[in-house]
């Protein structure tokens, strides 16, 4: 009855709104949670995971509504998603961005660590939006196609190898390759596809 009523919730909250590709956006917490559900993670973590863009988007929803009608656990965990966020590198020459980026990565880095210590289950999550994104990217613009692919490359596939979720980082490093070098992937799918 939690997990209806979050989803609900998640529906109501994102009323209106679109993603990149033109879907209602409620498809995208959707998908995170069915993500979830495939590794057989607990209820709140599927109930964050329906909420884990609510508080960020939808103005009119706090930690104290979603506290007062999911719990302590699932605010603390949609809040330790919220807070985990890449900020675009800024710089007058690509060495400027690249270092900054490097920087951006290594911080955010820190951030999901430290995250982890009070609550696993919010890297867990922020896993699954990731891949969900990745699923999704063909929206995107090029030049924030390869930004988010590098991100992904760099950042959450070792994450999630360290963590031992081998099927997500399988998929994150796939999605990765697919944006960043478009004519190795087409000729590295066709050589599988023969075999």
Not at 13 to 30: D, F, K, M, N
Not at 73 to 90: N, P, Q, S, W, Y
Not at 94 to 105: G, N
Not at 112 to 123: G, K, S, T
Request: proline share 4%.
């Amino acid at each position: 009855n939690l997990i209806r009523r979050a989803y609900f919730v998640a529906e109501q909250a994102h009323s209106g709104q679109v993603r990149g590709s033109g879907e209602p956006y409620i498809t995208h917490p959707l998908a995170v949670a069915q993500i979830l559900t495939e590794l057989r993670v607990d209820d709140d973590s599927i109930i964050a995971a329906l909420l884990h863009d609510v508080l960020e988007d939808c103005p009119k929803i706090g930690t104290e509504a979603i506290e007062k009608e999911f719990g302590t656990d699932v605010r603390a965990i949609v809040e330790g998603v919220t807070k985990l966020k890449f900020k675009a590198a800024t710089g007058t020459s690509a060495i400027q961005r690249s270092r900054a980026e490097t920087s951006r990565a290594a911080e955010t880095l820190r951030k999901m660590l430290l995250a982890m210590a009070n609550d696993f289950r919010v890297i867990i999550i922020k896993l699954a939006d990731r891949l969900h994104n990745m699923i999704t990217l063909d929206g995107l613009p090029p030049e924030k196609r390869t930004r988010i692919s590098n991100e992904t490359i760099d950042v959450y596939a070792p994450l999630a190898a360290r963590l031992g979720i081998w099927q997500m980082k399988w998929q994150l490093e796939d999605l990765a390759f697919k944006y960043l070098y478009p004519e190795e992937f087409k000729r590295v799918s066709e050589m599988v596809a023969k075999s």
